[in-house]
């Protein structure tokens, strides 16, 4: 059974920092290109960064400078570092992993920003 559990959400002030963390089970994680996506209250899912089985990233416009997308193939995680949060990342954010036809998303973690 595939299980990608988010962790590390919260509430924080403006310029701030969190550390999302997602482990996954049930997978060859090595494989999988792995992500981190964002929804807001009343806005579609959007990619925020993935890094690929190889290590390459790549990252959202409004991510670039900000945020660090990282993987640990040996403890089977994918972290997100982020930095310089401000309100608009509030959203509720889920994990991905995907191969090929297979696709999975966490249960997703509430980031919100605010003073």
């Known amino acids: 059974q595939v299980q990608l559990v988010e962790s590390g959400g919260g509430l924080v002030q403006p310029g701030g920092s969190l550390r999302l963390s997602c482990a996954a089970s049930g997978i060859t994680f090595s494989s999988y290109v792995m992500g981190w996506y964002r929804q807001a209250p009343g806005k579609q899912r959007e990619l925020v960064a993935v890094?690929?089985?190889?290590?390459?990233?790549t990252y959202a416009d409004s991510a670039k400078g900000r945020f660090t997308i990282s993987r640990g193939n040996a403890k089977l995680t994918v972290n997100l570092q982020m930095n310089s949060l401000k309100p608009e990342d509030t959203a509720v954010y889920y994990c991905n992993a995907m191969v090929g036809s297979r696709d999975y998303w966490g249960q997703g973690t509430q980031v919100t920003v605010s003073s």
């Open positions: 890094i690929s089985s190889s290590g390459s990233t």
